[in-house]
């Protein structure tokens, strides 16, 4: 993504898929950059660093998202806490300057008032499930007030870096929906490639004696070298391979192309 406001989103696992995902989306509809761990962890990383560090520590906007669910995590207690220690250390008490407080109930929202008091003075948003447009749009609006108030300085040259910032981050979202589009080309193409190859091997039918020999191949873990007709034809194309033993083994190659052959058969 491009340069503009970084959001946390503090939440649990169990709302990711169902509430948290399609938030995610909305907000990057608005060109607010969210930190989300299952785009930004990788396999290996370290999980504390990560989110506390990486995450928590360098966004410019806390949002904690508040539900049934999350107020039984124990990682998203750690979370606020964290941040709520951090904000501490540069003596905002009482401003609690990048957290922004959203509920998806009234019952939530009274556990957040004896849970967390410090938190129900700050900006405090109803987003339920259902959440509709203004609802959304009073978040959002929340959101870039808070990032231009920690900004500072001239208010009209707030506006024109948030009007460039807006232009680079639609600019990254266009890329990178092109390049999945891409992706997705080279691999279509790379199927209709390989398709045509083996449209070929069955054409020419100097392999016809192998593909009669597919059930074998398929089913047994041991195949002799002289049980299949057309071998060397076979490991020519790479559909098997051979050992010191005698033993044919059938590669990932030849299994689609059984696969294929299976599914252009007119039996």
């Known amino acids: 993504m491009g340069q503009s406001v970084l959001v946390f989103i503090s939440h649990s696992s169990s709302d990711k898929k169902s509430y948290i995902e399609p938030l995610v989306d ?19 990383d370290n999980l ?11 966004a410019d ?5 508040f539900t ?13 806490k964290h941040v709520l220690r951090e904000e501490s250390k540069k003596g905002n008490n009482f401003d609690l300057n990048k957290i922004i407080t959203i509920f998806d109930s009234e019952a939530t929202y009274s556990e957040i008032s004896n849970r967390f008091p410090e938190l129900t003075d700050d900006l405090l948003h109803l ?47 266009e890329l990178q929906s092109l390049k999945i589009r891409l992706d997705e080309s080279k691999t279509k193409n790379s199927n209709h490639q390989e398709f045509e190859e083996f449209e070929r091997y069955q054409k020419s039918g100097k392999i016809d004696g192998f593909i009669s020999s597919r059930a074998k191949l398929l089913t047994e873990a041991w195949v002799e070298v002289k049980s299949i007709k057309n071998l060397p034809e076979a490991v020519a194309f790479g559909l098997v391979t051979t050992n010191s033993n ?6 990932d190659k030849g299994k689609e ?11």
């Open 48 to 58: 504390r660093k990560s989110i506390f560090r990486d995450g928590l520590d360098k």
């Open 68 to 80: 049934k669910e999350s107020l039984k995590s124990s990682w998203v207690d750690r979370e606020i």
């Open 246 to 251: 005698e033993i044919v083994s059938i590669t």
């Open 127 to 173: 987003l339920p499930k259902d959440y509709d447009k203004i609802q959304l749009g009073q978040l959002i609006s929340a959101i870039w007030s808070k990032y231009l108030s920690l900004q500072g300085g001239d208010v009209e040259t707030q506006k024109q870096l948030l009007s460039k910032e807006k232009e680079i981050f639609q600019k990254d979202k």
């Open 61 to 65: 906007i806390a949002l904690l998202f």
């Open 26 to 44: 909305d907000l990057e509809d608005c060109y607010i950059n969210v930190w989300i761990d299952k785009r930004k962890i990788l396999p290996g």
């Open 257 to 267: 192309f059984f696969k294929w052959v299976i599914l252009n058969s007119e039996d």
